[in-house]
């Protein structure tokens, strides 16, 4: 069961690399129109906030999700399949996320007065992986600290 949760996490930061690429693509150029059936997501990813210390704050969501799949896929290993640090690691990476994800939402929402459907897409597999996270670090065996 274990595996599975990690498995799941693994699922969707793959997602999420995807979904923060296609996101990243618009931003720099390479796409000329972002395919967006609910909202203004180009209004969103054109904004003064879709810039975080020079780089579209999408390629900072696939280093986001980078991370945490290469932290699942190696939580997977056999060797390290009941690791405490892998699991905390996974809570702290998409607790973090998440907060990120919470902001960045709110600036949609309240500041930006717009929603990108893609965005709303990557905050709620952020939410998932924190859930599964969550779930898997409870999962651990009591005294379990490898």
Excluded at 5 to 28: P, Q, S
Excluded at 61 to 74: D, P, T
Aim: some cysteine.
């Amino acid at each position: 069961m274990r595996m599975t949760k990690r498995m799941i996490v693994a699922t969707l930061a793959l997602i999420g690399v995807f979904v923060a690429t296609y996101l990243t693509l618009f931003k720099l150029g390479y796409i000329g129109e972002l395919s967006c059936s609910i909202g203004s997501c180009e209004e969103v990813n054109t904004s003064r906030w879709s810039i975080l210390l020079g780089q579209p704050v999408a390629a900072w969501g696939i280093a986001f999700y980078g991370a945490v799949f290469a932290i699942a896929l190696a939580g997977v290993q056999e060797r390290l399949a009941m690791s405490r640090g892998i699991s905390l690691l996974l809570v702290a990476a998409s607790g973090s996320g998440l907060l990120v994800s919470a902001y960045l939402t709110y600036l949609e929402l309240f500041v930006i007065h717009a929603i990108c459907i893609w965005c709303i897409t990557s905050a709620t597999i952020v939410t998932l992986i924190f859930i599964a996270s969550v779930l898997d670090l409870r999962s651990l065996p009591q005294g379990v600290t490898v």
